[in-house]
């Protein structure tokens, strides 16, 4: 009797290249490619923050600047033995402006980088500070009103002739850090604008950026055959 031969044992074939494709992406890859799109649109934001934060410190600088020029001024009214000049108006007017000017950019400086928090700052109204670009303009028109006093008194003036006591060449100095600062303000009340009326628009350019910078592409579906006869 014959004996029957063994079978032998059957493999697996490999996986092809289509059924690689067709696999879905692991949920390591998915939890990569999510933490690398939030650190983009976070790079994002951090773009636009540090330029607002650069403003916001400058604008403090040169807030203190122009109080030491006029602070003095008026430090020198008050030391005056005779007194029969007082305080000069266009002084105090000064010092003013620049301690209002001051105040508010550290309070803003401060506050900025809150904004920029995921998740609290988009809730917490408060800390919007270029919704307040009201008030950024409104120091920015007191600037200029400073810049147009000082400018009409100093730029016409020789130098070796002072007026109240004053330096008329260091005050020429004076006169342009005023429209440094009328400049500053003017910049941050603009962007405080834009921010506010078309942020929303912004906002979503920014996320359309961050998607096509990390977002993974989906594959496309393999092309139907020439005698595929699909079922109506």
């Known amino acids: 009797m014959k004996r029957a031969s063994p079978t032998p044992p059957q493999t697996s074939a490999p996986p092809t290249s289509a059924t690689s494709a067709a696999r879905p992406a692991t949920p390591a890859f998915s939890e990569g490619a999510e933490t690398g799109k939030a650190v983009g649109k976070t790079w994002l934001k951090?773009?636009?923050?540090?330029?607002?934060?650069v403003c916001r410190a400058l604008q403090f600088v040169f807030a203190l600047i122009a109080c030491g020029f006029y602070g003095h001024r008026v430090d020198a009214d008050r030391k005056d033995e005779d007194?029969?000049?007082?305080?000069?108006?266009?002084?105090?007017?000064a010092v003013v402006v620049g301690g209002l000017?001051?105040?508010?950019?550290?309070?803003?400086?401060?506050?900025a980088p809150l904004s920029?928090?995921?998740v609290v700052g988009s809730r917490i109204k408060m800390f919007k500070t270029y919704r307040a670009f009201a008030w950024d303009a409104t120091l920015f028109v007191a600037w200029i009103v400073v810049f147009g006093i000082m400018a009409g008194i100093f730029l016409g003036r020789d130098s070796d002739d002072p007026y109240k006591g004053a330096s008329t060449g260091a005050m020429k100095?004076?006169?342009?850090?005023?429209?440094v600062n009328a400049i500053f303000w003017a910049v941050s009340a603009?962007?405080?604008?834009?921010?506010?009326?078309?942020?929303?628009?912004?906002d979503q350019a920014t996320d359309k950026i961050g998607k096509k910078l990390f977002e993974k592409k989906q594959p496309q579906a393999p092309a139907k055959s020439d005698g595929y006869a699909e079922s109506v």
Do not use: Q
Request: charge should be negative.
């Open 190 to 202: 603009a962007y405080g604008c834009f921010k506010t009326f078309l942020g929303e628009k912004a």
């Open 83 to 93: 007194g029969s000049g007082g305080f000069s108006p266009e002084w105090l007017f």
């Open 173 to 179: 100095t004076a006169v342009w850090v005023d429209l």
């Open 46 to 53: 951090t773009f636009e923050v540090v330029p607002r934060l």
């Open 116 to 118: 920029a928090i995921p």
């Open 101 to 111: 000017s001051a105040v508010t950019a550290v309070a803003f400086l401060a506050a």
